[in-house]
């Protein structure tokens, strides 16, 4: 039997040895180890959060937001955390009360749908990390931790937002899931819109908040670049609205318009209808097209322009060269008419253009070679690219003269036969009306670098297609268009001077390849003020079905519309004096200028001599 003062004094001796480990032990991490030890508890309540970076802002011309992007909160939970937030108990188990009141708290504050709250709790039993609400704003964040729910917190996420909405996504684009950018500026901008993200490192407790004395250090964000363009937001809207509201009220496919700057080739207003919602998270490839520069069509009349200019700057019409228009013509076994039947007219050149006659313009039209009718086309810049950048531009068809029928060059003429996008039989219009000059359509205006330098974007440089002084023949003629005399006079605009051209052009139908059952297309285009040219504003509605189908009555009042509104919001005065009259009628018996005494005008007229 062991002597009890022995006992004791081994008791004594172990309690001694075991207090000197735990004192050797807490020299150790208080001393030695202090700094690691710490280190390795401050790792432990450290956590990392990206912070996403705000994608450059899209403006208009003025400032005016057309795609900016906003604070949004993503609401996130650690259900296992949810112990005694809605009853007190004594065990460490999430009771069903706890997720009720989490749901209710969560659908209270944000406005989510409480059951799919409650579902979003309930469902990933054991897991840590569930999303509660997708998308709140910071006010209703700071709502829902105001009622301290363990184990809720939330993820800052940046939303693009589209104040025009439908009136310029097509043109704007749109961010896809995943912030991937789909179509528009969006895309071919991406690069210098997106910035660079930035991350956060801070504490957190037990229950997954942050400890507000805690360690926090922060990399922050760089936005991206801010993007301006040309379009003014306004004139954005009304045409978009003007296009959509005469799409319906013809019973139309889809329509067009822009709005160019003469002097600076820059576009004021490009929309199409129908559109789609930027808003609406779930788009498809179809329904995101930017038609206005992916649609291709045979423009019909308005191409006439191009058949007249090359004639005038080849010494082979002037302004008053007479024309027998025929009843019928025909060319290679084809016969060609005009729009509406008449008997023979006698028309001047700018008879023709006014009042679109096709046999007219193949008269005086063929005295063009294939190769000089094709050199002028591209020269307009039919059958390339605008150099506006857009995505899923098309630059049309035009074939080479190597390729044509025995009739091809009688129907690109007249703007049959060759196809280009509303954006390219614009630029024609922006060249006459510049004098002469072509200048490429551009959309970009500028944009801001990181350091909040405005950079602007250099006017493109013109070239020289036709002299000033057809460009002045061509105008000339073209104000006669909108007048009772003219094919539209519904596009002419109370105390302005109007210049333009109509046209009904045949539709290719997709689903046989022929003409029949396509309809048509029916456009007006056209520049104001005549005089002192501001604005090209081209108007484009295929296969209408009600009204009528002339690009005088269909497209007439858009242009109309349109034109007005540019005209007016840009300070411009009505003309003061009358415009320019030429005529557009001959009388076949009237002496001929500068020939022989008897030869007539009949006499010296182009006229049908059959096929060359």
Do not use: C
């Amino acid at each position: 039997m062991v002597h009890p003062r022995r006992r004791a004094r081994v008791l004594l001796l172990g309690t001694l040895l075991v207090l000197s480990l735990f004192a050797a032990q807490l020299v150790r991490l208080q001393g030695l180890d202090a700094a690691s030890v710490s280190a390795a508890a401050i790792n432990s309540r450290l956590e990392v959060q990206a912070i996403p970076a705000a994608r450059g802002t899209i403006t208009d011309v003025d400032g005016a937001e057309l795609a900016v992007s906003v604070e949004r909160k993503r609401v996130v939970a650690d259900p296992t955390l949810l112990d005694d937030f809605g009853v007190q108990d004594d065990d460490d188990e999430v009771d069903p009360q706890d997720i009720e009141a989490a749901a209710d708290a969560v659908s209270e504050t944000t406005g989510a749908d409480r059951g799919k709250v409650l579902e979003a709790l309930l469902e990933p039993l054991g897991t840590k990390y569930t999303i509660l609400a997708r998308e709140v704003t910071p006010q209703q964040w700071q709502d829902l931790r105001t009622r301290k729910v363990p184990g809720v917190t939330a993820e800052t996420i940046m939303r693009r937002e589209y104040p025009l909405g439908e009136a310029s996504a097509p043109l704007v684009g749109w961010m896809g899931a995943g912030e991937m950018p789909a179509g528009g500026v969006e895309l071919v901008r991406d690069e210098p819109l997106t910035g660079a993200p930035g991350e956060a490192v801070f504490e957190v407790g037990a229950l997954g908040e942050r400890i507000s004395t805690g360690l926090y250090r922060e990399d922050p964000a760089v936005p991206g670049q801010d993007m301006r363009l040309s379009i003014d937001a306004d004139l954005q809207w009304y045409a978009y609205d003007a296009v959509r509201t005469r799409v319906k009220e013809a019973g139309a496919l889809s329509g067009y318009a822009t709005v160019i700057d003469v002097r600076t080739g820059r576009v004021a207003a490009l929309a199409s209808y129908p559109s789609f919602d930027p808003a609406d998270a779930e788009q498809t490839a179809a329904g995101m097209r930017n038609a206005a520069v992916e649609d291709v069509y045979e423009p019909g009349s308005t191409s006439k322009l191009i058949t007249a200019a090359a004639a005038i700057e080849e010494g082979l019409v002037e302004i008053d060269t007479p024309v027998e228009v025929p009843v019928r013509l025909v060319r290679h076994g084809t016969t060609f008419k005009d729009a509406e039947e008449h008997p023979v007219e006698h028309l001047t050149l700018a008879g023709v253009l006014a009042k679109s006659s096709n046999m007219g313009t193949i008269l005086f039209g063929e005295k063009l070679s294939d190769d000089a009718l094709y050199d002028w086309m591209t020269k307009f810049g039919l059958g390339e690219w605008t150099g506006i950048g857009l995505p899923g531009e098309s630059k049309g068809l035009l074939p080479e003269p190597s390729t044509w029928s025995g009739t091809t060059h009688y129907t690109l003429t007249y703007g049959q036969g060759v196809s280009s996008t509303l954006l390219q039989q614009a630029s024609v219009f922006q060249t006459v009306a510049n004098g002469g000059v072509r200048i490429k359509p551009s959309i970009f205006a500028g944009s801001t670098d990181g350091d909040g330098r405005y950079h602007e974007e250099p006017v493109p440089a013109g070239t020289r297609v036709i002299s000033e002084e057809t460009a002045d023949t061509l105008t000339k003629i073209m104000e006669q268009v909108p007048t009772a005399m003219g094919t539209a006079p519904a596009a002419a605009i109370d105390g302005y001077h109007v210049a333009g051209k109509t046209s009904t052009a045949s539709r290719i139908n997709p689903s046989t390849g022929t003409y029949a059952g396509g309809g048509v297309t029916s456009s007006f285009m056209g520049f104001a003020p005549a005089g002192d040219p501001r604005y090209v504003v081209a108007v484009a509605i295929q296969r209408p079905t009600r009204i009528s189908e002339y690009g005088g009555v269909i497209a007439g009042p858009v242009f109309r519309d349109i034109m007005r509104f540019a005209l007016q919001d840009a300070g411009i005065a009505p003309a003061t004096t009358p415009p320019d009259e030429v005529p557009i009628t001959y009388d076949p018996e009237k002496q001929a200028p500068g020939k022989a005494r008897g030869v007539t005008l009949g006499d010296i007229a182009i006229k049908d001599e059959g096929t060359p």
